[in-house]
């Protein structure tokens, strides 16, 4: 496949110079064209959506589907020389009135809206390339395909066929309007492997957009295309315009690809933007418009991007250029789409209005300090650790716990998939409890991913802990540097956080040369693991669950796709929540757990490896509070030895823009007690009151310093004579600790006489030494420790014998 349509005209882009047609701002922040100067100019609008993930109604933030066709609508009446396009991901990760309709409101309200051409976001592939082109891209029919028929053209220049090489959708496709031949370029994120469940795009290869976009774009323009727009599922990091181009992988493709194309639109990240850059070939041309547009219109049909290129129609030729980016809200509702939407929320109410079970309080994700311009809520950051994740990775495990399903031991729940925050039906006071619905446990999870049980050793654990400090399959940097999982009841682990220097290596799906760059991010260690108390095996294995999408490696978890005697249990992660709150929170309101599982401890450089009786203990915490203001935090931790309660240390719980989970830190000085086993270990437990917070922290005690003293009773001997040489040795230890256990005396290297030593003896060693013959006989007493007490040894003393 190469494109929806490809024109027999030869190529006839030319420069254009000279006046440019006026273009004039009218109502609603609605860009027309004055009439042209020239008869043979034509006024090209283009209308660009993203990121809309079935956002239908009308409510809150999101304009909803009527009002996006009314837009569209609108816009195209005032010129019908008019494209609708979208940058992806218009499916997929859906509010409940969409996906509990397998999206099929959505296809048929854009259908309405007449979408015409959009790139393949990764959420189009949530349900595998499969679904892709034989539900989404294929004719809608009663019987066979009722789910499915989306009428404009999915594309995407850089997904490629592994056994052919050939395109997966179509790469471009053409719409001629006035003698105006307007080619599009598609393309998909390059991170779609770890954005989707690997098993379903097994048979697809993810190339590098430039490269990709660069050759489909010249082959457009060599075609007959006036003008070229790039559809790219991908965006920009913020929508600082100023910044956009500094450095990172969208200012890479921002400003490497091909002046073959006239504008981006973009998508992905969510953020509306409306940017303008300069061309230099363009300028050195003597080209009329010399900046190229790069935009997003944000998400859920909020903004709408508005281009209007001026082409000379004659020449092929861009002679002016104006952009816009509208909001919504204010054109009036398509009443057909209305109608369709009406149609979906009522049967969406139906099936979502049956109450689950009651909740105590609110299961929130993690938030950062920031806050969505969109929304006007704090923006979710997936990498801190949540209760709603939590609780879901709780759930997984709970729904697999029987043998049939694998026991499941532990579950392990990745950010990405949670969709909202499960809160509830708010009484009107704002109190809890509150009642669960279906829709609104569905909302959190609307992906549909079955569950699925594997053997996982300690080891494995460990890595797919530490694959949580992200890098991609080419060791680079993702987007999204750090993700939290979400864990189940019982298992909890320690770590520590260092900023290394990493390696890029080649990306061979991408022009650039990778090999051997270097960039500086955190690193995360897993210094402990405990299922239910006990510590983590590294040799043994466990049974681990984990829902499909993860389960083949998704989100660069790499190690899941390594685990072995893999069952996909058929179970569905909603189905196992409904049946979870049947279980639990049918009579009584499920309660909230705030207990961290995963906490920072780091000790200072100078921490000994091991700690005398009586030493101070000085570490440093990170991770200990959740981050909404719904979640209960701590003031303070207790640290305690036994049932002894060494210190306490107040706990700072500031919310910031840190994308990795380091909210609430505390720094502990505690005193050991002069009691603790020496040579042995003992566990710090750290508490927190109101979270119920607690982790071990295991501590080496050292064994006692020992001093040796001994020598000969005499210097000098006759080989003839008949005196006895003796040897006396005293071992003393510290803090008065006993001394037994074997001292040596060595004459040279070579022990010439041992003693084991008692209590009894108090460290006291005399002993008659063999017969030494002729010569020097440096001695000296070696003492070799005992559980604890260290080692140590005399000072030589040498013997002659003459």
């Known amino acids: 496949m190469r494109s929806h349509h490809d024109p027999s005209s030869p190529s006839r882009r030319r420069i254009a110079t000279g006046a440019a047609a006026a273009i004039m701002a009218l109502g609603a922040g609605m860009l027309v064209a004055s009439p042209a100067a020239n008869a043979a100019e034509t006024q090209i609008q283009i209308l660009a959506t993203n990121d809309f993930h079935g956002r239908i109604l009308d409510e809150g933030a999101q304009a909803g589907a009527a009002k996006l066709a009314g837009a569209v609508e609108q816009l195209r009446g005032t010129n019908p020389n008019t494209v609708f396009a979208a940058a992806g991901d218009l499916i997929g990760a859906s509010t409940f009135e969409s996906f509990i309709q397998h999206d099929k409101p959505t296809i048929d309200a854009l259908n309405a809206a007449g979408l015409e051409v959009s790139a393949v976001g990764n959420h189009e592939l949530d349900q595998g390339y499969d679904d892709l082109i034989n539900r989404v891209m294929a004719p809608y029919d009663a019987v066979t395909n009722p789910y ?18 050939d395109d997966a959708v179509p790469a471009t496709w053409i719409k001629e309007m006035a003698g105006v031949q307007v080619g599009f370029v598609g393309a998909v994120t390059e991170e779609l492997p770890s954005l989707v469940s690997p098993g379903g795009i097994a048979d697809i290869d993810v190339t590098g957009i430039v490269d990709s976009v660069n050759a489909e774009a010249a082959d457009l323009v060599a075609n007959g295309a006036d003008l070229v727009v790039m559809l790219v599922h991908e965006g920009a990091p913020s929508n600082n315009c100023l910044t956009m181009r500094d450095s990172g992988k969208w200012a890479d493709i921002v ?40 935009v997003s219109a944000g998400q859920y049909g909020t903004s709408l991007n508005q281009l209007l290129f001026t082409v000379d129609s004659a020449a092929g030729a861009v002679t002016a250029k104006a952009q816009n980016l509208l909001a919504i809200a204010g054109y009036p509702a398509d009443p057909e789409v209305a109608a369709l939407v009406l149609e979906a929320k009522n049967t969406a109410d139906v099936l979502g209005a049956e109450p689950l079970g009651t909740i105590a309080g609110a299961f929130n994700r993690a938030q950062l300090a920031t806050i969505n311009p969109t929304t006007g809520l704090p923006n979710e950051n997936r990498g801190g650790e949540s209760t709603i994740g939590n609780l879901v990775a709780e759930v997984q495990r709970w729904a697999t716990e ?21 809160v509830g039906v708010d009484p009107g006071d704002g109190s ?6 279906y829709k609104q446990a569905a909302n959190v999870q609307s992906f549909a991913n079955t569950l699925v049980n594997m053997s996982l050793t300690g080891a494995q654990i460990k ?45 061979p799906n991408t022009a650039e040369n990778e090999e051997g760059l270097q960039y500086t991010a955190p690193e995360g260690t897993i210094t402990g693991m405990w299922l239910n108390g006990e510590p983590i095996d590294l040799a043994a294995t466990y049974s681990v669950t984990a829902n499909s999408f993860l389960s083949t490696g998704g989100d660069n978890f790499r190690e899941f796709a390594n685990g072995t005697a893999k069952r996909d249990t058929g179970k569905v992660d909603l189905a196992a929540m409904v049946d979870y709150m049947d279980a639990f929170a049918e009579t009584t309101p499920l309660p909230v757990d705030y207990a961290q599982r995963a906490v920072e401890v780091a000790f200072p450089a100078t921490a000994p490896t091991a700690y005398d009786p009586g030493a101070t203990v000085e570490l440093d915490v990170k991770s200990w509070s959740m981050s909404t203001a719904a979640d209960v935090k701590d003031t303070e931790i207790v640290v305690s030895l036994g049932d002894r309660v060494l210190g306490t240390a107040p706990v700072s719980t500031v919310l910031g823009t840190d994308p990795y989970d380091n909210l609430g830190t505390a720094h502990v000085s505690v005193v050991l007690p002069t009691d603790v086993p020496l040579g042995g270990s003992v566990e710090l437990t750290l508490t927190g009151a109101k979270t119920g917070t607690s982790v071990v922290v295991p501590l080496a005690i050292d064994r006692a310093d020992s001093t040796t003293t001994g020598a000969p009773n005499k ?3 006759n080989s003839k004579g008949k005196g006895v040489i003796q040897y006396m040795g005293t071992i003393t230890a510290q803090w008065g600790t006993p001394v037994t256990g074997v ?3 060595y004459d040279g290297a070579t022990v010439i006489a041992t ?23 440096p001695l000296k007493l070696v003492y070799e420790g005992s559980a604890t007490v260290k080692p140590s040894e005399s000072a030589t003393v040498t013997v002659v014998v003459k």
């Open 148 to 165: 499915g028929g989306a009428q404009w053209e999915y594309i995407a220049a850089n997904l490629k066929v592994k056994a052919t090489g």
């Open 715 to 717: 210097t000098e001997a």
């Open 743 to 745: 001292a040596k005396i």
């Open 402 to 422: 029987q043998p049939e399903s694998g026991a499941a031991e532990i579950a392990f729940m990745n950010p990405g998939g949670l969709r909202a925050d499960m």
């Open 432 to 437: 809890y409890p509150r009642t669960l619905t």
């Open 463 to 507: 890595t797919l802990l530490e694959q949580q400090w992200q890098r991609d399959a080419y060791n680079a940097l993702p987007s999204r540097p750090f993700l939290r999982l979400g864990v189940s009841d019982g298992f909890e682990y320690t770590y520590t956080q260092t900023t290394v220097t990493e390696t890029r290596r080649d990306n």
């Open 255 to 294: 400003n490497t690809v091909s002046p073959d194309v006239d504008a981006i639109v973009s998508g992905h990240t969510h953020l509306a933007y409306n940017c303008s850059f300069p061309v230099a070939q363009w300028a050195a041309e003597g080209r009329a418009v010399t900046e190229r547009p790069v």
């Open 755 to 777: 003693v084991t030593l008692t209590a009894a003896d108090q460290g006291v060693v005399k002993l008659k030494l063999p017969k030494l013959g002729k010569g020097s006989h």
